[in-house]
């Protein structure tokens, strides 16, 4: 079965951290461009960080530069988002993405 599956999201207090994966199947995963996403309350969907198939670039929205970093293990099939200096404003669903294919979501809170 082709999927993304997301886990690692939670409830955080400003300044934390957390560290999101990906779990892909069903595809050749080292084949692929993989990004995340996010989704806001009441906001369009935006750009968080994407990844080569080999690691060797990466890009990350202005949002998040220098407290965000995207990584993967293509013999785990998982790419991973660590989030730092976490602030109220990171709040949202953070999605996956690969080409065509989205995984379901996991909801990262930002709150004292």
């Known amino acids: 079965q082709v999927q993304l599956v997301e886990s690692g999201g939670g409830l955080v207090q400003p300044g934390g951290s957390l560290r999101l994966s990906c779990a892909a199947s069903?595809?050749?995963?080292?084949?692929?461009?993989m990004s995340w996403y996010r989704q806001a309350p009441g906001k369009e969907r935006e750009f968080v960080a994407t990844i080569s198939s080999n690691s060797g670039s990466t890009k990350y929205a202005d949002s998040v530069k220098g407290r965000f970093t995207i990584s993967r293990d293509n013999a785990k099939n998982t790419v991973y988002l660590q989030m730092n200096s976490l602030k109220p404003e990171d709040t949202a669903v953070y999605y996956c993405n690969c080409p065509g294919l989205w995984g379901q979501g996991t909801l990262v809170t930002v709150s004292s």
């Open positions: 069903g595809f050749d995963f080292r084949t692929y461009v």
